[in-house]
């Protein structure tokens, strides 16, 4: 995992990155970024605001932030980052902010491309003519298509505080068990 950091001293107004920070932004390590230069790689819109609005609540209100944002590198690529800020104050004011900077692109793509992999089987699974269940290995519903709601009368709902044994006959759901189990 990529994982630089930063510190941004309030007193002097300076920004420091750890190379592995500078290798995200694809920048080499003599740029002296600014925290406007800084903010300015967060992709225009939603990105940007939210690091200004939490950068400036964690330097004037001791406020530390948490956020998964999109940035534009020096190469126009857009990449999925982790900033993590930590406020430190000196008699309640803040003086200094020290975060973790994490490229966590790949995982965040990954997460939608499941997201959507699931989805898409959903839409299919919902769109089957035939009867499809999911149990537990007790038979314990856990969810049902809309042709299963058809079939066996209940809706998903009512589906899921029952067993298959409550709803088909015993001699088939000892088969269906045993197929499962095997």
């Known amino acids: ?43 225009e819109g939603e990105s940007r605001e939210k690091i200004s609005r939490v950068f400036t609540a964690a330097v004037q209100e001791g406020k530390p932030f948490d956020e998964e944002l999109i940035i534009l590198t020096t190469t126009g690529k857009e990449k999925w980052v982790r900033a993590i800020a930590e406020p430190v104050l000196d008699n309640g004011k803040c003086i200094k902010v020290t ?5 966590i692109d790949d995982q965040k793509k990954a997460r939608e491309a499941l997201k959507t992999s699931e989805q898409t089987l ?47 006959d015993q001699k088939h ?8 189990q095997s």
């Open 1 to 43: 995992a990529k994982v630089g950091g930063w510190e941004y001293d309030v007193l002097n107004d300076e920004l420091r990155w750890t190379q592995v920070t500078y290798d995200i932004h694809e920048l080499s390590g003599d740029f002296v970024p600014t925290p406007g230069q800084g903010i300015s790689f967060y992709k």
């Open 99 to 103: 975060g973790v900077f994490q490229d």
């Open 122 to 168: 959903k839409t299919y699974i919902d769109a089957s003519p035939l009867g499809i269940f999911v149990a537990d290995l007790k038979g314990q519903y856990l969810d049902a298509n809309k042709a299963g709601e058809i079939l066996t009368g209940y809706s998903c709902h009512d589906l899921l505080s029952l067993t298959i044994a409550d709803v088909f």
């Open 173 to 180: 759901v000892e088969k269906g068990l045993s197929i499962v």
